[in-house]
């Protein structure tokens, strides 16, 4: 069965069962302050003929003493100790009354009474007799006009009930179609994506907060994650096939070279095996930052700590004079503090510091301050620059300004693009400046921990 059919069939018949359990109630609730209602007059009138009986016991006959008091529809009679009647009245239709069994009562006492499928309204009152013996005044009285009255209760109860039906048929299909209208755009949109292969969003209210409104929007944006992964892995693929051409076609090259000719020339064979493993070094490092720009930003696994911004740029400049032997001017201000990760922060570091000891000869500069509520960190070199028309594509993947003088670097093209996503993940400023000739600033700013 369908969702749908299932929330129309299960809310029409919870509607239903809940209908007739209030029409139960209600018809109940009125039969008992009915009947209550007439017990209590019933009782009155009891009092009543009691006071009048005790009052004229000596003064009439007890049969005409009773006819006085009979209620229209209903019964007097004394009823002795031995559970015989000493004396009965009827009114005249309920003749039939007197074949009831009779039995003493002691107490006082008020019920209800079904006799012939009938209610009728019974009362006990102990009373002083004749003789000085206590006898039981009781009273039947009819309740057939409540009867009649609840009959009618019943019949329109009834006639509610089963009008009230159609409506809520009618809206529980309604209530079915507005639940399951979103789940049946959600199957739709998924069987036209496994279809077609193109990604694809579900329209969703403006106005609406709720659960299902909130399922729509998930689903959107899980569609965007999946196509932006689809686009990195894709963008990937591209650029890996793209840029491990090169080096396969170098490395062929020089195995065909040392297949034919490498065991007589040993120039030869020194030439090509240093060639290989060059170029399986570039592979190398060009697969690892290929590997970090298809990183998702949630997948960087950050671990975020405060730091003394200071600490991690010494730490930094040490190890990189250390591995290339150049000199690092370090001008620092000392208490500033950062909330950041910091092997993510050194990897952005060592990427400018790199370029600019690829790109002068001198000594680079690193400068830290700071700027408002934000650290500022500036490397500087004192290189050939940058023009401004190259400035402004240098983050661009695999662009590199001179194509030539970047491979005798060992770059890629990629080392500002990894830079940028670094900069976006610790959420960090990044800016170049260069003047040709001159050299190049690349600026980062920190915001400072609160």
Request: hydrophobic share 40%; aromatic share 8%.
């Amino acid at each position: 069965m369908k969702l749908t059919n299932k929330i129309h069939v299960f809310t029409t018949v919870l509607f239903v069962i809940l209908l007739i359990l209030i029409n139960v109630t209600i018809y109940f609730s009125f039969k008992n302050i009915m009947f209550n209602t007439e017990l209590g007059q019933a009782k009155q009138e009891a009092e009543q003929v009691l006071a009048g009986v005790s009052e004229n016991q000596s003064a009439a006959a007890t049969q005409d003493l009773l006819r006085a008091y009979v209620p229209p529809g209903g019964m007097l009679q004394i009823v002795l100790e031995n559970n015989e009647s000493d004396a009965t009245v009827t009114a005249g239709n309920e003749q039939d009354l007197i074949e009831q069994d009779t039995q003493f009562y002691q107490q006082e006492i008020t019920d209800v009474r079904s006799i012939d499928d009938s209610p009728y309204a019974f009362v006990a009152l102990p009373i002083v007799w004749t003789d000085g013996e206590v006898a039981s005044l009781q009273m039947t009285e009819s309740m057939e006009a409540e009867a009649e009255n609840l009959e009618l209760l019943r019949i329109v109860l009834l006639v509610v009930t089963l009008l009230a039906i159609i409506p809520l048929f009618i809206s529980a299909r309604v209530l079915s179609n507005l639940i399951t209208k979103p789940i049946t755009s959600l199957i739709q949109t998924m069987d036209h994506i496994r279809g077609s292969g193109q990604f694809q969003r579900i329209e969703t209210p403006k106005q609406s907060k709720d659960e299902l409104y909130q399922m729509t929007e998930t689903f959107n944006q899980m569609i965007d994650q999946l196509e932006a992964n689809y686009e990195r892995q894709e963008q990937f693929v591209s650029n890996a096939s793209h840029e491990l051409k090169t080096p396969l076609t170098v490395i062929e090259s020089y195995s065909s070279l040392l297949k034919r000719r490498g065991k007589n020339d040993e120039a030869l064979f020194k030439e090509s095996v240093e060639a290989i493993q060059s170029e399986a070094e570039r592979m190398r490092k060009l697969t690892q930052q290929l590997l970090l720009l298809a990183k998702q930003d949630e997948h960087w696994n950050m671990e975020w700590e405060d730091h003394a911004l200071s600490e991690i740029l010494q730490s930094t400049i040490n190890a990189f004079e250390k591995a290339y032997e150049r000199e690092v001017v370090f001008e620092v201000t000392n208490g500033l503090t950062v909330k950041t990760d910091e092997h993510k922060l050194k990897q952005l570091l060592y990427i400018f510091m790199d370029n600019a000891r690829k790109y002068s000869d001198s000594s680079v500069d690193v400068r830290m301050d700071r700027v408002g509520n934000k650290a500022r960190i500036v490397i500087t070199d004192h290189g050939i620059g940058i023009s401004k028309g190259h400035l402004e594509k240098v983050f661009d993947r695999f662009y590199q300004v001179d194509e030539a003088r970047s491979r005798a670097s060992g770059g890629f093209g990629l080392g500002l693009s990894l830079a940028k996503e670094l900069a976006h993940v610790l959420g960090a400023e990044i800016q170049l400046d260069s003047e040709i000739g001159h050299g190049t600033s690349a600026t980062i700013l920190l915001p400072l921990s609160q």
